[in-house]
């Protein structure tokens, strides 16, 4: 089995290839055929993602991308078996260049169309390379989200937990911004961080000890725009520790969350031994925070299992490889997931998609 998957939600514009066999045991991972990647840098000058720059870069750049993937693997669209695309959530615009464009390719081909779940294509991510099997607890950790959620199967979550407010990589990019550090804002934020004293400045956590699984990181972030704004750091060492104290800060916030969903779930499947813990999305390619969660799993008796940096951050791998686990858990490969050439979600883009 071979699908095109198509990212196009935020800003970057991807395509991968990506091959599997069709008996899927255990979760056998997949191939990676052809891989390509284009990070948008037209935001850059603007300090965050513009939706309609980003719109129209996908419409510029999509075409060529997914030729050079069939031009990599050296196949064509009459070797795949499927498109598999990101129908939500994102920006809307992004989402209906990449949505159009699977649907025509779809058409012109033959080939099924699946609208994949973006955080599902997160989630699932893991098993690419790992046959990790389900349920597993998954702290997903982006941009636009974060939550603690437990997978069930390729088509099965539950919620644990989610922000109040905003999505920790946005905090990320928000502090990364009063520092005046470069993009990309989040991998820059960690970089500055390893230089910086992580005790330098007391910040407040949110909810912890609490019953709940949820998260909120707007206190931090304006804890610290407080403090910058009080203070303007002036050196490179005074902006290391600004970064160091809140990275600690949100790290020890996604730890003591984590550890709280971890006993809720230990209590709803107590027989699944070993438990498993999963991290995914852009901030999991954090060092810090992988070092960190290694620490949490031991002390609490999960195996942790996180991605590849390269998979963590938005991509087109894990789009294709959410369309082959979904192509599996249906067990119809000829006709993708709804019986129909066209997934039910996929006659158009949802920008604010469930995955729950
Ligand atoms: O999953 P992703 O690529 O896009 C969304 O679905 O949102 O996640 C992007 C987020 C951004 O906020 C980015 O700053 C953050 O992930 N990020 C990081 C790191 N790499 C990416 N945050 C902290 N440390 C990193 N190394
Ligand atoms: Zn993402």
């Known amino acids: 089995m071979i699908v095109l998957g198509i990212e196009t939600s935020c800003d970057e514009t991807s395509a991968a290839l990506v091959a599997c066999d069709d008996s899927g045991e255990s979760g056998a991972g997949g191939e990676v055929l052809a891989d390509a990647l284009w990070s948008q840098r037209e ?28 031009q990599q693997a050296n196949l064509s669209w009459r070797d795949i078996d499927c498109i598999a695309v990101t129908a ?49 607890l998954l702290l997903l950790v982006s941009g636009g989200h974060c939550q603690l959620l437990c997978v069930e199967s390729a088509g099965s979550f539950r919620l644990y937990g989610t922000t109040r407010d905003d999505a920790v990589g946005e905090a990320f990019d928000k502090v990364a911004r ?10 820059h934020l960690e970089m500055c961080a390893r230089e910086g004293n992580p005790e330098a400045y007391p910040l407040p956590q949110a909810f912890v000890g609490a019953q709940h699984c949820d998260f909120s990181f707007a206190g931090l972030k304006s804890a610290v725009r407080r403090k910058v704004e009080a203070q303007p750091p002036q050196t ?26 971890m006993e809720r779930f230990q209590r709803d499947y107590p027989s699944k031994q070993p438990y498993r813990f999963v991290a995914a999305g852009g901030v999991a390619a954090n060092g810090a925070l992988r070092q960190a969660l290694g620490g949490l ?12 940096m390269e998979l963590c951050t938005d991509n087109a791998v ?13 067990g119809d490969n000829s006709r993708g997931v709804g019986g129909s050439p066209f997934d039910a979600i996929g006659l158009s883009a949802h920008p604010r998609l469930p995955l729950v």
């Open 43 to 70: 935001h850059q000058r603007w300090g965050g993602v513009v939706p309609e720059v980003a719109a129209r870069a996908h419409a510029h750049y999509l075409a060529p991308t997914v030729q050079r993937v069939f």
């Open 88 to 136: 939500g959530p994102g920006l809307i615009g992004g989402l209906v260049v990449g949505v159009c464009y699977g649907q025509a390719l779809s058409i012109a081909s033959g080939k099924p169309f699946m609208a994949v779940n973006h955080l599902a294509a997160h989630a699932l991510s893991v098993r690419l390379n790992v046959p990790c099997r389900f349920p597993y």
């Open 178 to 187: 009063m520092l005046d550090l470069d993009w990309p804002l989040g991998p």
């Open 236 to 261: 490179d060492k005074e902006k290391a520790d600004m970064a160091a104290s809140f990275q600690r800060t949100a790290i020890a916030m996604l730890c003591d969350r984590s550890a709280r969903a």
């Open 297 to 308: 799993c031991a002390e609490h008796g999960f195996q942790l299992h996180v991605p590849p």
């Open 318 to 330: 894990m789009v294709a490889w959410a369309g082959i686990e979904r192509m599996r858990e249906s």
